[in-house]
């Protein structure tokens, strides 16, 4: 007795989901858990890899009510169209394509053409050349401090850098602001009124202290369920 060719091409399909949703898993740890060049390496030997992760990601935050991006995209239409973004961990570039602004897509695989391929931690820009840094849910691998320095690195004096982040990935909230003004940045604004995501605003005060541990600096990895 096979099975009916209906009942086999779902049963196939659902097995195809279930392995999907498991490589998912499996990515998303390995994001959390590596720096962001080994994160770079693994896509850059495995491409397929991002575009899994990536479709599972949206899926996630898919089921919100409201996308961190496009209240990003919103803060960004209230101020001048000549600010100079960049969107680090930029995905398929919702953000570039909601804005009016000059905004460089940063990511690991480039899902667009308008993505430049490079490690969060080393991106092609000059020091003080943008106006606003972006980290929309891509706050990830185990270097934070050296990422955010370079998002510092970029910015111009004053610039604001927004941080959207999984709420529950904060375990605690003041010492992750108080650990950011060792960064150089100052806290201008905080939204926590997503019980999905937490919305953080900081303006650049001044480049970053490297002598002090920052163990404020903390944001639990993001693992999702088994379904």
Known sequence: GCAPPGRSAALRARMEE??????????????????????????RTD?????????????????WPESPVHRIARCLRRRPASLVVADFGCG????????????????LVALSPRVTVCDMAQVPLADGS???AVFCLALMGTNLREILGEANRVLKPGGTL???????????????????????FKSVSKDLSSAFFHLLEFAKTGPPRHDLPLPGLRLRPCLYKRR
Do not use: W
Request: proline share 1%; hydrophobic share 40%.
């Open 47 to 63: 491409p397929e890899a991002f575009h899994i992760y990536h479709r599972g990601f949206a899926r996630q935050v898919g089921r």
């Open 92 to 107: 398929d570039c919702t953000l570039a394509s909601s804005v009016k602004n000059k905004v460089h897509c940063f990511d």
């Open 162 to 184: 927004m941080v959207a982040e999984v709420a529950s990935r904060f375990e605690d909230t003041r010492a992750f602001v108080g650990a950011m003004a060792q960064l150089g």
């Open 18 to 43: 279930r392995l999907l949703s498991a490589r998912f898993r499996y990515i998303n740890e390995q994001l959390y858990t590596r720096t962001s060049r080994e994160a770079a390496r693994l896509f």
């Open 130 to 132: 943008v106006d606003v």
